[in-house]
Every structure is written in structure tokens, then in C-alpha cells.
């Protein structure tokens, strides 16, 4: 078992930890438990839910699989659900699921009387190496991805790498990305992991999270060094919208934004060409992006409703080299 600890909370990283829930939610004195879980992440683990919940008590709120959960809609649907079982400042939501359950459960634990504890249990590579870290939480609106949230840090987080075992490829390689964007932004020896087809184990989630841990504590309210994390994420979230949220992974689009932020950068002078050519020989060898790809100019109009935009322009994130990323105001005419 590994523990990261955090200012205010622990991540632990053990392999068969769900089937050990209660005993880790016990230590939290949490009240009742309310399950938020996804439909497929149920039907997957509903028998071993009564085992992994022991005896302590809890609801399960189901919600559907997919992106379009993340909505105000989703949101109020299990809001009522939630009150209509007495939910108690006292009492504890456990997000059960990937980053989409992660951002609607910490979103409700968020605003419910302002605020009561939630904790973590992330089922795909995606959530565990990043979304459930940090303590971000959002809703998606029409105009855009994550334009309505608050900062709510969990009380735990618990990582089971035996949920990788029911992960479909496609949401592997999605979880894939972000763990390779890590290592691209702040660590040449996971970096050099990824290379070498290292296993996706808990060291290599533990070496993401390490970096994620170090760039949230320098920043944990998003105002400035964080925003490195948005390295791919203003054309990613463009690409996401355009396509309705739906037919493409968040991570598929969050590597062609990443290859457009570093075509960008090299049209401005800030990316060395060779640095763009290896990163996306790299990404298309390990299946994170497929040729032909897109073209950012297709997606333009998109990110002038991301929430990066200022009236200068938008905070873009490049990279001058390996674990080197710089945050640059640039008017969105330049990114033409």
C-alpha cells in the first residue's frame, strides 16, 4: 500500500483496496454513506458492494454512464434523490466511478449545505492519475466543458488498480494520456517508463500523482503555476464540445490538443520542430492519437467560450521542451 499525503487529505494507492472500503471509510467517522455510481460501475461491482460496504451504512444513487451526466440536469435529478433520503451535514458522498462521477458527486458534496465530506473511489486510469486529484469539481454546460464548479477537496482518495482490470482499452488509452502528459510536464523518469512499455502498475500511478500533487500544492487554487495542467485541455475541451461530448474519449481529445498546442507552439517560435515530431511519433506508435489528424484552425470559434479566455486574449499552455512548459497570454487572432 502507498500513501501520498496532501495538505488535506490522503491518496492511497492498494491493489484490492475496494473490497477493503469500510475499513477505510470507517477511520472518517463519515455518517451515512451515499454511493454516487455510474450504471456501468454497478453492474460490474454491485455484488461486491455489500462485502466492500460492510456494515456500514449507505444508499446507492445510479446515475447513466457517459459525459452527459455531467449536467445540471443529472445534477438535480440526484440532488432530490439525495434530499428526499434525508441527506445530513453529517453524512459522506462516495464518488464511485470515473472523472465524470468524480466531478457531479464532489460537485453535490460541494454545494449541499454548502458543503459536507466526499470521498474519491476513482474505477478508471483516467480519474485516478488526475480528475480525482486536486479537488476540482464541474459541470458541463452547452456552452462549454466545466464552465460551472467549485474547489472542494475530498476527504480521501482511494486507488484500486484491480478496476483497471475491467477497463475497456479505449478508457485505458484515455487515462493514458494524462499519465503521459505528467511525465511530459514534470517527471523524465516516468517519461522514460511510458517509452519502454512499463506496465501501467502503481508505480506509474503513483509517479503521475506525484506530479499532479506538486503542481496543486504550488497552486491549489488555479490562479497561475497550475494552469500547466491545462497542457492540451483548450483545444481538448473544444474538440469535445464540437463533437456534442460524444463518439471520442476525453483523452483522445486531449492528445490531438496537445499536438495542436505544440504545432501552435512552434508556428510562434516557442516549440522546437523536433520536440513536436517526437512527441507525436510517440503518441501515434503508443495508439494515443490516430492519423489523419485534426487540424486546430477547425476549432478556433470553439474556444472563445473557454473558461482560459480573458479579455487579453487566453492563457495557453506550451511546451519549450521535455518537463518545460510555459503559460503564455496570446490573443486568440495569433492562434490562427
Known sequence: ???????????????????????????????M????VDSRVYRLYQEMLPTAMGDLPYTVNLVRDGEESKSFATYQEVLARLLDKNIRRDDTIVALGGGVIGDL??????????????????????????????GKTALNLPQGKNLVGAFHMPKKVLIDPNFLNTLPEKELLSGLVETYKHAL???????????????????????????????????????????????????????????????????????????MALQIGVRLGITPPSLLEDIKTFMLDKRLISEPLLDYRDFLFEIRTDKKTHRNGIRFVFLEDYQKPLIKDVALEDLG
Open 33 to 36: 454513506l451515499h454511493l454516487i
Open 105 to 134: 458527486a464532489g460537485f453535490l458534496a460541494a454545494t449541499i449545505y454548502r458543503g459536507i465530506d466526499f470521498v474519491q473511489v476513482p474505477t478508471t486510469l483516467l480519474s485516478m492519475v488526475d480528475s480525482s486529484i486536486g
Open 185 to 259: 510536464l514534470g517527471d523524465a523518469a516516468l517519461l522514460e517508463k511510458l517509452s519502454a512499455d512499463h506496465a501501467v502498475d502503481e508505480t506509474v500511478i503513483k509517479d503521475a500523482i506525484d506530479v499532479k500533487k506538486s503542481i496543486v500544492a504550488s497552486d491549489p487554487y488555479d490562479r497561475n503555476e497550475r494552469h500547466v495542467l491545462n497542457f492540451g485541455h483548450t483545444f481538448g475541451h473544444a474538440i469535445e464540445r464540437q463533437r456534442k461530448f460524444s463518439g471520442i474519449t476525453h483523452g483522445e481529445a486531449v492528445a490531438e490538443g496537445m499536438v
Open 1 to 31: 500500500m502507498e500513501i501520498i499525503k496532501t495538505d488535506s487529505y490522503d491518496i492511497i494507492i492498494e491493489k484490492g483496496a475496494f473490497l477493503n472500503l469500510a475499513d477505510h471509510l470507517r477511520k472518517l467517522d463519515p455518517g
